[in-house]
């Protein structure tokens, strides 16, 4: 890819910090510094209300700069505080902010720096930063998720108008754009380190999952409401010999009441475990030792998790074991190697085939479809897509 030019320096904000669970904008970020992109990560300066939180007490008095996987992570600081109820002063932090981030990748001498944003609250840095190349990135339909607001509406129809390029990381999630926004997108699905996972086969298995008997039905990710667990308790209950292993953060406060209840019920049984949160880099080897991978999502109609693209897909399969997911538009895509469940006896009777007979397909072939599936394949076009910014 010779015909690349690499000297546009790129700001990137995301809404999840760089040592938290590894999202597609660290995947995309990481490699683009990799191949030598002056790259800048961040997540906004702190707020206000943020005075109480892990992350406050975690921060130094002043912003940093930490060099992370070739990115320039911004590490936010306690006295550069939003506080959007006096104007005044949020906006000489905000522009304070930006100011520190252009320094750090050269944005003043570029020809054309570039701010790559992951969700719509990002929309007032864009706007101060004037004459620049935006990109938006859309790795989750927003407008169906908790929390979402009018604001945030407005914000989202401002970016799409005012991008350069979009891009979103399913069908669905381009659909649900507004404006124009679904026929502008491009689609860039997610994808897998996936030699990292095809090399763990065969290494040891991490203490902790080993102490799990077999069969072991592995889960990666947060544990929220897109989550099936009463599928979860409904099947353990009634299979007490088949093992679930939940690898990830567990926000209980984040949950539903009803699945909140739900979850401690899992929770409380002795072939449910919830090994916790693990470095992404860690990941392969709890994967390969699991018998069978699962993406057991809700896929009832209206919910975000039906545009889903999950992150754990390609991963999973270049583990080479035995996939099972539930029946949402990605997945079905991919039914030749994941054995696609639409409600309980299908999940049961999928668990028990990828258990008793190793599933659908064959490892090899499954590898061969994550391989086709690469983190590195979709920065080579998100490559191409930046130098057609002019």
Known sequence: MADIERDRPII??????????????QQLTSRLGERGWPVAYATGPLFVWDRFTDEWRESGWRASFKR?????VHMPGRWQLRWPKLPLWDRLVMR???GGLKKR????????????????????YVEALGDCSVVYHADDTFSSMPGWTDEQARMQEKLVARADLIIASSPGMAEALPKDGPTRAKQLPNGADTQAFIDARGCECPEDLAAVPHPRIGYVGKINEKVNMALVLSIAQQRPE????????????????ETGEIYRACKALPNVHFLG???YHGLPAYNTHMDVNVMCYRS?????????????????????????????????LFSEVVAVAG?????????????????VSTPAERQRVASENSWDGRVDELERWLNELG
């Open 242 to 257: 088949w093992q679930w292993v939940f690898i990830g953060l567990v926000h209980e406060e984040h949950l539903t009441p």
């Open 12 to 25: 990137v904000m995301g809404t999840n910090r760089w040592g938290d669970d590894w999202q597609t904008r």
């Open 96 to 98: 304070s902010y930006l």
């Open 105 to 124: 990748v050269g944005w003043s001498s570029a020809r054309r720096p570039l701010v790559y944003v992951f969700h719509p609250i990002f929309w007032p």
């Open 68 to 72: 992370l996987y070739n990115v320039d």
């Open 343 to 359: 409600n309980e006896a299908e999940w049961l009777s999928a668990l028990e085939d990828a258990i008793e007979n190793g599933g």
């Open 300 to 332: 009832e109609k209206g919910g975000w998790w039906t545009d889903l693209y999950p992150l754990k897909l390609h991963e999973y399969l270049a583990t080479g074991q035995p996939v099972v997911g539930a029946d949402i538009r990605v997945i079905k």
């Open 277 to 279: 949160f693990k470095p």
